[in-house]
Nanobody, 128 residues
Framework: QVQVLESGGGLVQAGGSLRLSCTASGLTFDDYALGWFRQAPGKEREGVSCINGRTGSTVIADSVKGRFTISRDNAKNTLYLQMNSLQPEDTAMYYC?????????????????????WGQGTQVTVSS
């Protein structure tokens, strides 16, 4: 049974940093397209950053460009999201997702692609 698990969320002041981690049991990340998504109360889910499973190419949302970085450590089977210069508008539940398909990273982050697996999410709260 596949399980995807996010960690690293928490409460941080504006301007601070957090690093989210995503691990999985039952699948090998280097065979999968991966993505970070977030959803704030009353808002639609937003693709934050995604990795193409075949090429490793990445895409990142304009709203976090220059502040967030996605990376993958295949040896540890872990996906990361380094978040710097956090702002109150970054407050949301952050989710990790994995898929065996080979769409572009941009397509995955557009929300139009279905992911095979989702984690339960980790809450990020940024105080002003």
């Amino acid at each position: 049974q596949v399980q995807v698990l996010e960690s690293g969320g928490g409460l941080v002041q504006a301007g601070g940093s957090l690093r989210l981690s995503c691990t999985a049991s039952g699948l090998t990340f280097d065979d999968y397209a991966l993505g970070w998504f977030r959803q704030a109360p009353g808002k639609e889910r937003e693709g934050v950053s995604c990795i193409n499973g075949r090429t490793g190419s990445t895409v990142i949302a304009d709203s976090v460009k220059g502040r967030f970085t996605i990376s993958r450590d295949n040896a540890k089977n872990t996906l990361y999201l380094q978040m710097n210069s956090l702002q109150p508008e970054d407050t949301a539940m952050y989710y990790c997702a994995a898929d065996r398909g080979f769409y572009s990273a941009a397509y995955y982050c557009s929300g139009r692609a279905d992911f095979d697996y989702w984690g339960q999410g980790t809450q990020v709260t940024v105080s002003s």
